[in-house]
């Protein structure tokens, strides 16, 4: 059986889309650990309400050590790891080890409105600033940058001229969930050819 690890810093409404998608039997994977790099946040209620064993890694005690501290828990237990909604960037062993093995998904089209700084509602302030006619989300590998690794999949949403950014926010995350559970999807089955920048899939 694949299996998976989750990485999260906050509401974990991705990792409740997989952790809903598993129990359909949609995904044809387990998750064996759930890791955030932030105490108390409700994703972790959530892993634990699932059964799903949990890691707290605070990043303002590990810092530069947090990639570390989650290669030493994934390093033989896991074929992936999904970034849902994690915001800490990793680098050294776990990039290494784990190249091509990590998917992020992130909340607008990259490039556009995306690097560092940019996450949660900032990335729809920026996106209704610029006044875009369409906005979505990302799903794509994680390289040693941020946000910037090969595209496994997009899907888009419409923005109209009244909106808020929390109206935006509400309608990329409904297609954050459908995106991810997509490309895990392709993941699983082994349909993903990275070449290069660019990703097929089979
Ligand atoms: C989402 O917009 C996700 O794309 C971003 O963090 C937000 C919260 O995600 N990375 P979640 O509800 O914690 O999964």
Redesign the pocket.
Known sequence: MFKIAVL??????????IIDNISTGKLACTIEAVISDKPD???LERANKAGIKTYTFDKKTYGEDLSQKIFKVVENNVDFIV?????SVLNGELLEKFKNKII????ALIPSFCGNGM??IR?HESAIQYGVKFSG?TVHFVDNGTDTGPIILQKTVPVYFKDSARDL?AR??EK?HEALIEALGYIIEGRVRVEGRKVKIL
């Open positions: 999260i810093s906050g509401n974990g409404s991705n990792l409740q889309a946040v409700f994703g970034l849902a909604g994690f915001l992020n998904i992130h909340p996450y949660g990335v989300c926010q990329v995350l954050e």
